[in-house]
T-cell receptor, first 113, second 113 residues
Framework: SAVISQKPSRDICQRGTSLTIQCQVD?????MFWYRQQPGQSLTLIAT?????????ESGFVIDKFPISRPNLTFSTLTVSNMSPEDSSIYLC??????????FGPGTRLTVT | AQSVTQPDIHITVSEGASLELRCNYS??????LFWYVQSPGQGLQLLLK??????LVQGIKGFEAEFKMSQSSFNLRKPSVHWSDAAEYFC???????????FGTGTQLKVEL
């Protein structure tokens, strides 16, 4: 299994600002994913981030709002831009290990005021 | 498009009683199926997965799940629940080679002592 850390673990931000979330993995992985979990809701895939290529966004998510970087095989960032209270969520990164097993980071709890 | 339905939002069981959490999926091909558990303030932990082969799969913490293609179901079971099993449980279907997960809305499990 992979050990994943995220920074920050939580933050309170003002509307209109941006926050960059970092995801660090203890081993090299090809595929990384970013999910959003809105309060009391399930997880929704935002995008797939593969090293060396542009992130692929799911329907309803756009690069201008959620730019993603993937500079190497152990690290990725997700930026939540021009935040509004509706962006208050837990943001999780995940990686795929052996046999399609997906491991999740602890999440970043974001509150936008 | 794929979807996952978890019809029970909340379930309460007594400690020591048996448990079954329901999951139905919709997907046009043979699915990759997963159960995850999320404890308060914790990240997601993989309980078990089904890719192919034996339709009864064993997972961690004494959980098992049975894949029934005819019913498009992947129900999670445990013969005797412990108070520490109180958490939220998510069923997910994997597409894109099993790597892109679509989650159900989750079932919140409460265990009465």
């Amino acid at each position: 299994s992979a050990v994943i850390s995220q920074k920050p673990s939580r933050d309170i931000c003002q509307r209109g600002t941006s926050l960059t979330i970092q995801c660090q993995v203890d081993s090299q992985v090809t595929m990384m994913f970013w999910y959003r979990q809105q309060p009391g809701q399930s997880l929704t895939l935002i995008a797939t981030a593969n090293q060396g290529s542009e992130a692929t966004y799911e329907s309803g998510f756009v690069i201008d709002k959620f730019p993603i970087s993937r500079p190497n095989l152990t690290f990725s960032t997700l930026t939540v831009s021009n935040m509004s209270p509706e962006d208050s969520s837990i943001y999780l990164c995940s990686v795929v290990g052996g046999r399609h097993e997906q491991y999740f980071g602890p999440g970043t709890r974001l509150t936008v005021t | 498009a794929q979807s996952v339905t978890q019809p029970d939002i909340h379930i309460t069981v007594s400690e020591g009683a048996s448990l079954e959490l329901r999951c139905n999926y919709s997907y046009g091909a043979t699915p990759y199926l997963f159960w995850y558990v999320q404890s308060p303030g914790q990240g997601l932990q993989l309980l078990l997965k089904y890719f192919s082969g034996d339709t009864l799969v064993q997972g961690i913490k004494g959980f098992e799940a049975e894949f029934k293609m005819s019913q498009s179901s992947f129900n999670l079971r445990k013969p005797s629940v412990h108070w520490s099993d109180a958490a939220e449980y998510f069923c997910a279907v994997g597409t894109g080679g099993g790597n892109k997960l679509t989650f159900g809305t989750g079932t919140q499990l409460k265990v009465e002592l």
